[in-house]
């Protein structure tokens, strides 16, 4: 979320995946800004191109400001559109989102 620029956001998410990482994360959730869904769309961007050039699959978990269930509801839809079927597990996506549980509570 902090960098802003997604030319930098695609290069280190690249740059990740080259050095082995098999799950690459948008922040610590301890950043002013922290998870984003366009921070979020290039590097799921750059993971499906990693993937194409490469045959290795790569996860995603997008961590701090998920707090409510309709937006844990848009990082799976983005997921869905820009990855597919094969991420959608926990081996590939999970969402550091601990504040996230009352919403879920107060909705079942």
């Not at 984003?36 to 995603?60: H, K």
């Amino acid at each position: 979320g902090e960098l802003a620029n997604p030319d930098i956001i695609f290069k280190t998410s690249w740059v990740c995946m080259m050095a082995g990482a098999d799950t690459i994360k948008t922040s610590t959730g301890m950043e002013k800004v922290n998870a984003t869904l366009e921070a979020g769309f290039v590097m799921m961007q750059a993971i499906r191109q990693f993937y194409s050039q490469t045959g290795v699959q790569v996860g995603i978990k997008p961590a701090g400001g998920i707090r409510t269930v309709e937006q844990a509801i848009l990082w799976l839809q983005l997921l869905k559109e820009e990855l597919g079927a094969g991420w959608e597990n926990n081996a590939y996506f999970r969402m550091g989102a601990s504040a996230l549980l009352d919403d879920v509570i107060a909705h079942l």
